[in-house]
């Protein structure tokens, strides 16, 4: 199997299975568990529907690959506790607040859930190329800092999962 991830930064060769691991899950396994999700499941904490859930996903994945820039909100001072909070295994809490987004979920953007799916992988691959293209980049996360690739790949995917469990996945 080829590698899916930039070549250029060397990661041990445990650290880069897990990151492996994680990115196959991105790019493979969470769009496929999404379009199994009935789009009328409802949440179990939070006002999201699914395919709203998507876009804001789809949303995250380009602030990751620096297509929507955002700053710190932060403060850096914090920085260190929230990135070794990132790259622990403890999941994101339930009905975290997140302040870029309102008291209430924006309406959908798209026609249905497939073409949300859809956008969601083209996001995925913007993603990809952005650090296929400067693999050596740290992109601003308002909540976590400057994060190069591998801290983008474990933030995508502690998102994901919070998400899929939000909707019973």
């Known amino acids: 199997m080829t590698s899916l991830m930039p070549s250029a930064p060397k990661l041990k060769s445990a650290k880069r299975r897990r990151m492996e691991a994680k990115l196959t899950f991105l790019l493979e396994d969470f769009p496929r568990l999404l379009t199994e999700l009935d789009p009328s499941t409802p949440p179990a904490w939070g006002q999201m529907n699914v395919q709203q859930m998507v876009e804001h996903m789809t949303d995250a994945v380009l602030v990751a690959a620096g297509k929507i820039p955002v ?4 403060p850096e001072n914090r920085l260190p506790q929230m990135v070794a ?12 607040k997140n302040p870029l987004m309102g008291e209430t979920p924006a309406p959908v953007r798209y026609s249905n859930m497939e073409t949300a799916i859809t956008e969601l992988k083209r996001a995925l691959d913007v993603f990809q190329q952005a650090f296929a293209e400067n693999p050596e980049q740290e992109i601003v996360n308002p909540f976590f800092g400057p994060l190069n690739y591998e801290g983008q790949v474990q933030l995508l995917h502690k998102h994901a999962k919070h998400h899929l469990k939000q909707f019973g996945v």
Do not use: M
Request: aromatic share 12%.
């Open 85 to 96: 909070f990132l790259f622990s295994e403890d999941p994101l809490p339930q009905n975290v």
């Open 71 to 74: 700053k710190l909100l932060s």
